[in-house]
């Protein structure tokens, strides 16, 4: 897999990949594999993913405090439910928290924002995965006008200190925003009307969205500018390809949890006693 | 697959499968394949599985009711967590949750014994996994004595009456019971001390609930002789064979689950008219 692949974690960081309104969402900077070795490198990916997984696991059940975050920004159709049915299903599901954030219910409205997202946030030893997040208040909030200009920009201050915070009490933060291009996000569109097993993901308000695409993009560059720092960075992730922007994903994933140097806890009991114990059991 | 593997719910319900304590746990009742294609059968139902979890999602985005809920009980070591992971891990994440209840918290045992079990039941749309459940509430408690006979016993018809309310608002539930023998618990208590990467999933203390073990054959057997009912069956899963459980369970869940005749919900929209909104985007 070395051979084909290079640094996703430099090649995609958000301020290295330049404005998000000239990113190639067709792109698979770093890799030179096709769709089908993509997919073996996934599931080679999926396998060292799922090890350190257990680790973090295993160390959070020891009194451990480390936890993993993986946020997913991304335009309608990007593919954030793919990521996390193929990145996500690659773990094991007694260690991982997915939530998804839609539009807040009346109760999280009389809540700052950051409410829900910290009731979410995944305990000790867990990755969580949040489908859409506390972005969601620098994004449509701010394209829709839902408040004024000054509550929304204050809120990149609120979302670094936030951040920082959990990284300071041990949640390694990674962000992913998926880009794709308007063309294959009309490509989607059609998929959705024309096929039946493809209906129930279809909401005629998302094309209303789509009529807001350039002020998205001067949002997502507003967060990219002022929100991908050291301690929680951000990836632009070509999206046109799903195979490309899982492996990518995963990827990203799994060299931020290699850093972690995660190993198996030493045994909280008195080993040869209890091996004595075992022996002796009828 | 089906020429190896004939009706593993008729084979394993609990009320055909005899007493408990004569259970045979090393048997593959209905399978005569090995652990290898055991293993290929297992993706085979894992992919079927993940297609009729997708409408089951897509049912419940649309307003369906419909949720699933599998309850996993078993002796210590006997492979609970493997089933999260080698079965849960079949499904996408974003349609499961799953949920283990140890001991009781503080604030728990301030409310009846059910409180936990409902804020953790799956919402519409959704599989649940019950790491231990409800049913902790009468077999280690009973078998600790932990409250009087009276109350124990009274909660039989309280899980009873529980389990039909669920059942009636469209909640399938499935119950597997992970039977093993005790030399196979030794065994795995042996490996739990004797390999660093288990002495985390080692308890010391679980020792003295082996010490326990036909107490608790006991409270199974009650649990299943009044429990096992047409709308929450049990079913007792040989657990010796890793491999061999995790198939039946994933077999009982998927021929649950093709019962549902679960089928992509119709359009919420009008399907000419946004073909056309879809051609026409630029």
């Known amino acids: 897999m070395s051979s084909r692949w290079h640094s996703p974690r430099t090649a995609l ?25 993509g997919e073996k490198d996934l599931r080679r990916v999926g396998a060292e993913l799922s090890d350190l997984q257990e680790k973090l696991f295993a160390q959070g059940r020891s009194g451990g405090e480390r936890s993993v975050l993986l946020v997913l920004q991304g335009m309608d159709t990007a593919g954030k439910g793919g990521i996390v049915r193929h990145v996500g ?7 991982l928290s997915v ?9 999280e409205l009389e809540h700052d924002f950051l409410w829900r997202i910290r009731k979410a946030l995944p305990p000790a030893g867990r990755i969580g995965i949040f489908d859409r997040s506390h972005y969601e208040d620098v994004l449509p909030v701010r394209v829709h006008s839902l408040v004024p200009e000054s509550v929304w920009r204050g809120r990149f201050d609120e979302i670094n200190a936030f951040e920082a915070e959990l990284a300071a ?5 990674v962000k992913c925003a998926l880009i794709l291009s308007k063309d294959e996000q009309k490509a989607r569109f059609t998929e959705r009307v024309e096929r039946p097993d493809k209906y129930w993901k279809y909401d005629p308000n998302d094309l209303a969205e789509r009529a807001h695409w350039d002020e998205y993009l001067e949002a997502y560059q507003d967060v990219f500018d002022t929100t991908d720092t050291d301690v929680a960075p951000w990836y632009l992730i070509p999206a046109n390809h799903k195979w490309f922007s899982r ?7 799994l060299e931020t949890m290699r850093d972690l140097d995660l190993s198996w806890p030493e045994a909280a009991f008195d080993v040869e006693a209890e091996r004595e114990r075992v022996a002796a059991l009828d």
Chains 1, 2 share one sequence.
């Not at 890799?31 to 070795?37: A, L, N, P, Q, T």
């Not at 939530?99 to 109760?107: A, L």
């Not at 492996?247 to 994933?253: D, E, G, K, S, T």
């Open 247 to 253: 492996l990518a994903v995963a990827r990203i994933l």
């Open 169 to 173: 009490s041990d949640t390694t933060i």
């Open 99 to 107: 939530t998804g954030f839609g539009k807040p219910t009346p109760t």
């Open 13 to 37: 960081r958000a301020h290295a990949a330049g404005p998000v309104a000239d990113f190639d969402a067709d792109g698979t900077p770093g890799y030179d594999g096709d769709k089908e070795s």
């Open 89 to 95: 299903g690659l773990l094991d599901p007694q260690g």
